[in-house]
């Protein structure tokens, strides 16, 4: 059976990266056949990012500033690694020509002054297209027999850009058609993480941190036994270990745990990632690239019990929204019309809260996409604003979302009056609170300023408490 190997952003971050990652992967293979997936390189997507933004914005040096920006870290990795020789030229050229396609795509962009969702996503899935042709080479150059693969050839899309979500059916028998006589081969595939491909082929990436839900559809795909995420820290912590520098590893999460965790801000696993794997009964184990001997977590359907928390995560920089009046006394109408508005916009609503009067509906949005919001719902309510109906429409910036996550919470009393009462203790306004929290976690909004008071607060009752 099949395992899936992911190495993000820093295990593939320079050389010394890339051959730590090689050499997990020549120790694995052997014993079983294994397809690697990659990230880009560390910062290569915020960069291109940033060079599609200075090209829309009509910057005329982006695209030659792109071009030797993106290519410098990858010349010099692949040099260190593959210092001379034949493969070394080719491998050169393919990374020479990867950023010749970026660099023109990025001048189109430059003079139509126009990025859309779509060009963006192929401009974005440039940075794996390189790392890919990096670890494949190597790979061979230390005589494990590789192949790159780019996933657009394997993983079939629906046609939502920058969003896009798997077809599992037609990605099956893409998988069985292109890996398939490679594995048997005895060969190690090594594919593109972060995107796939409309079923015209028009390249669409997965969400930003992508490449999980990259590699947990490849592990569906190919009936996987594992799945492994190999990235910078031991596995999943009771904490963002930035913000806890005490906090320690779990040693097993279930699924709908490591979902909740990774929705509400644990950045060490994307939140899609969890689906794919739970419906063919696939453990996901998470390992450190820079420990592989430390145990990790596994994610599976088992949890570790005995806590009735087991971990805190947050998300910064939101913004609360809020639609306020006495005419939302018929809350059902108003609620759909709020969230429709929302809808014909582009942005995520993490938590909706209700005040108890009934008078106002609040919710939570990324601070990027608050003018946005605020725009369509003036639009969609102008008669009421005018009326009176509909009192104001005001938002509040600057908060975060903070999510105490643990199944154990489920049947122990008063772990709520708990939470409120450390944010009390540590005197802590709770903004708001969320409506519809799973059994799972409890949610709330603090203001941005006191989240990392708050998780360490919460850490020190809940976690290092227990
Ligand atoms: P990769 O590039 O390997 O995908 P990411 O940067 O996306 O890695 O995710 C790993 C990072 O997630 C860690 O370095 C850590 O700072 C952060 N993180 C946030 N919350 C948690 C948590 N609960 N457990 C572990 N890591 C976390
Ligand atoms: N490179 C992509 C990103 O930075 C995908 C990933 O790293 O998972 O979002
Ligand atoms: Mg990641």
């Given at each position: ?14 050389a ?10 020549a ?12 990230s ?31 290519l410098?870290?990858?010349?010099r990795?692949?040099t ?27 001048y ?32 061979n150059?230390?005589d494990v ?25 037609e ?17 190690l ?11 015209e ?10 490449s ?14 594992e799945?492994?995420?190999w990235?910078?820290?031991d ?33 060490v ?38 806590y009735?928390a ?21 809350v ?12 014909r916009?582009?942005?995520n ?12 509906v ?47 919470m489920i ?9 409120f009462?450390t ?14 929290s ?7 909004v ?7 008071a ?5 850490h020190?009752v ?5």
């Amino acid at each position: 059976m099949t395992k899936v190997m992911k190495f993000g952003g820093t295990s593939v971050g320079d050389a010394e990266a890339f051959r730590r990652t090689a050499a997990i992967l020549a120790h694995y293979h052997p014993e079983e056949p294994v397809v690697a997936v990659v990230s880009a390189m560390s910062g290569i997507t915020n960069l291109l990012l940033a060079c599609g933004a200075a090209a829309v914005a009509g910057d005329s040096e982006a695209v030659e500033t792109a071009r030797a920006l993106i290519l410098a870290p990858h010349r010099r990795a692949l040099t260190e690694l593959i210092p001379a020789g034949e493969r070394r030229r080719r491998t050169s050229a393919a990374l020479g020509s990867l950023v010749d396609e970026a660099a023109r795509l990025l001048y189109s962009v430059y003079v139509l002054r126009e990025l859309s969702p779509r060009a963006r996503d192929r401009l974005v899935s440039f940075g794996e297209r390189m790392s890919s042709a990096i670890l494949a080479a190597y790979l061979n150059e230390i005589d494990v027999a590789s192949v790159q693969v780019e996933a657009d050839r394997v993983i079939v899309t629906d046609g939502e850009f920058g969003n896009a979500s798997p077809q599992l059916e037609e990605t099956r028998y893409r998988a069985r058609e292109v890996l398939e006589p490679a594995l048997a081969e005895g060969m190690l595939p090594v594919l593109t993480g972060f995107f796939g491909a409309t079923r015209e082929g028009l390249t669409a990436t997965l969400g930003r941190g992508g490449s999980d839900f990259s590699a947990s559809i490849l592990g569906n795909a190919l009936a996987a036994s594992e799945i492994w995420i190999w990235t910078d820290v031991d596995g999943v912590m009771t904490a963002d270990p930035r913000i806890v520098p005490e906090a320690r590893t779990l040693a097993a999460i279930s699924y709908s745990e490591a979902t909740e965790l990774a929705y509400f801000g644990a950045k060490v696993i994307h939140p899609k990632t969890m689906y794919p794997a739970e419906e063919r009964h696939i453990p996901i184990w998470i390992k450190n690239t820079f420990a592989p001997e430390a145990t990790g977590t596994r994610i599976s359907a088992e949890s570790e019990d005995g806590y009735s928390a087991k971990a805190i995560a947050s998300i910064s920089g939101l913004a609360v929204v809020t639609v306020e009046g006495r005419g939302l006394i018929d809350v059902s109408s108003i609620t759909t019309r709020i969230f429709s508005a929302v809808g014909r916009t582009a942005a995520n609503v993490y938590m909706i809260s209700q005040a108890s009067s009934q008078h106002s509906v609040s919710f939570i949005v990324d601070g990027v996409d608050r003018v946005t919001v605020l725009a369509a719902l003036a639009e969609e309510f102008r008669e009421d604003l005018r009326h009176q109906r509909v009192l104001s429409l005001s938002d509040d910036q600057d908060v975060a979302i903070l999510a105490v996550v643990g199944a154990g919470m489920i049947g122990t009393p008063g772990v709520a009056g708990r939470v409120f009462g450390t944010m009390g203790n540590e005197k802590i306004n709770v903004v708001a609170i969320a409506q519809g929290s799973s059994e799972l976690n409890i949610s709330f909004v603090v203001k941005e300023s006191d989240v990392s008071a708050a998780v360490r607060a919460l850490h020190r009752v809940f976690v290092a408490g227990d």
